[in-house]
Every structure is written in C-alpha cells, then in structure tokens.
C-alpha cells in the first residue's frame, strides 16, 4: 500500500500510487513505527521542495533517518514544483539553492525588500497556505485569464493550473483537459464556463507575486501535450 505522503495542490496529503517529480517535507509529522502521519500536518513553517535525488542520499521514506534511529523529517512528494507552489512549498536551500536564491531575490522584488531571507518568505506564505489555516480568495473569470502562468485554482474539488492562457485540469497522474483561452463572441477572455460558480485562488498570493516577477517552475511533462 502506498504511504500517505503525497500532496495535492490543495495542501492535503493522500495515500495514492503516483509519486511526482518533487520532494519537500514539512518537518517531523510521521510515526517511524507505523509510517502513519501524525495529527498534525506542519511542525514548522518553512515548507520546502526539493528534488528526489540528492548526492547519493539514500532515505527511507517515513521511516528512521535520523542519527540515533529517531524519525527523520517526513517525506513528501508532488506532481512537480507547480503543485509543490500552489501547496504552499517553496524552493530548498539545501538540495536547490539556486532556485532558492531565485524565488528570494524574485520575493524581495516583487515586495520592494532590498535584502530578502527565507524565513520573510515562509512568515507570510505560513498566513495565507490553506494547509496552515490560510483563506483560497475568490477570483473573476478577468482576473483568472491575467494570473502568472503556474498559479493554481479551484472549481469546487478540481484543481487547475494556468498555463499559456490556458487552465489545465490537475490530477495526481498528470494534467489533464485545457479549458478556456479561446475568445469567443459574449466571452472575451475565454473562461466562460467557470463563469456560473466561484473559482478561488489556491497558489498562495505571495507565490504568485513572486511568479509574476518571472519565476518559472517546474513542470510535469503532461503539461506539454
């Protein structure tokens, strides 16, 4: 059976058979001795991502890697940085430090502060992701067609990453249908068949300020077809 450690970009970790691209963690929220999460779903607020495969590092997913046989941080995996963004993960310093550094120097561009650190960022990413407690704003069909491409939205339960000017359907196995970005006669921007219900805004608005000053993410290959 597949652990219960994969994220959808609601924040929300399943038990499913797809892994993704990605890794993060949220710091220590396993038993080492079930391999079951804990209660809690955070035990610190800087949530990374990071990739898969590291200098050789071999870990056992939700087991014991810590020195002395303690539980290690709890492994987490995503359909790719898109999904890891819209979760409220950022970029680890660790393993992606360029990257990191990116997203920082594009936060404190996008806020005007002449020498940004990670924690400003996981301060305010902390406030607004939903898995923390955060408020999914709703948005207007308008607003939707201008959101940054790698912003993530909800139709209800069905996540939707934007791309091209296009809303892509996300699953765990990939993204799936396009939907809108094709003007028509009554529907300039395209989108009107997310115009009779609410659509919110998953990506947490830090994030996409940060994508709006040019971050570009990870994407998992489906969305290329």
């Known amino acids: 059976m597949p652990l219960q450690n994969r994220v959808d970009p609601f924040g929300v970790i399943h038990a499913v058979p797809e892994r993704g691209l990605f890794m993060g963690n949220r710091g220590i929220i396993h038993d080492p001795e079930t391999k079951t999460l804990l ?12 990739v898969c495969g ?7 997913p939700m087991g014991r890697n ?9 492994e987490l995996f995503f359909l790719d940085e898109v999904t890891a963004l819209s979760a409220g993960h950022r970029p680890c310093f660790f393993c992606r430090r360029e990257r990191a550094r990116d997203f920082v120097r594009r936060f404190g561009m996008a806020f005007g502060i002449a020498a940004p650190r990670a924690p400003q960022v996981d301060k305010r990413l902390h406030r607004e992701r939903l898995a923390s407690g955060g408020q999914a704003p709703v948005v207007s069909v308008e607003e939707l067609a201008g959101l940054p491409d790698g912003a993530m939205v909800a ?5 939707y990453a934007m791309r091209g000017g296009k809303a ?6 990939g993204y799936g249908d396009r939907v809108g970005g094709d003007p028509v006669d009554g529907d300039p921007v395209g989108f009107g068949g997310f115009a009779d219900r609410p659509i919110r805004l998953l990506t947490p608005a830090t994030t996409v300020a940060v994508l709006r000053q040019g ?11």
């Open 54 to 60: 590291f200098r050789d590092v071999r870990r056992e």
């Open 168 to 173: 892509l359907r996300w699953s765990f196995a």
């Open 66 to 74: 810590r020195n002395g046989g303690k539980a290690g941080w709890t």
């Open 215 to 225: 971050y570009v993410p990870v994407w998992h290959p489906s969305a290329e077809t």
């Open 155 to 159: 139709d209800g339960g069905n996540a």
């Open 39 to 50: 209660k809690k779903r955070w035990a610190l607020q800087a949530w990374i991502i990071c």
